[in-house]
């Protein structure tokens, strides 16, 4: 039997204290997934059901042998609040997101625990000074038990 949902989103940020993007996202991800499933398919999500969280979006692929990590889509918002665009990168040649980065450890936790991230993570980018970031990254199989793919819902959060 598949556990409540809430019972498996690991993490330091409780879902009731985040931000309404957060929260619409992971019920987004949670409604994806069919009832034997711990995740959903790939094929299950739909940028159109996401239109208002579109710009809040982060849809990673995750590449295995050695662990690597490319944003397939980054949103408009995010990536305003980005010091540069690293969609299409991998990660081990990006600045900043490599293995010893915090948010590599957040996106390794999700690929390796199949399971939903919630955390308050360091804002690095060009507004540092004002604002903080909340993060939910989901899993999602193509199509079995291996995480290919991220979904996460990002909010920025004036301090």
Known sequence: MVMPFESRLAG????ERAHSIIRDGYAYWASRIETDQTMPRRAAID???IR???????????????RDFIERVTGETVLYHSSANSMGKWWREYPGRGPDSTIWAHYAAV?????????????????????????????????????????????????
């Open 111 to 159: 690929a390796d625990e199949a399971v939903p991230r919630i955390e308050a993570l360091p804002y690095v980018g060009p507004h540092r000074d004002f604002l903080s970031v909340q993060i939910v990254s989901c899993p999602v199989t193509e199509a079995g038990e291996r995480v290919d793919r991220i979904l996460s819902f990002v909010a920025f959060v004036k301090n």
């Open 12 to 15: 330091t940020l409780a879902l």
């Open 52 to 66: 208002k969280l579109l710009p809040n979006v982060v849809y990673l692929e995750v590449a295995e042998n050695p």
């Open 47 to 49: 940028p159109i059901d």
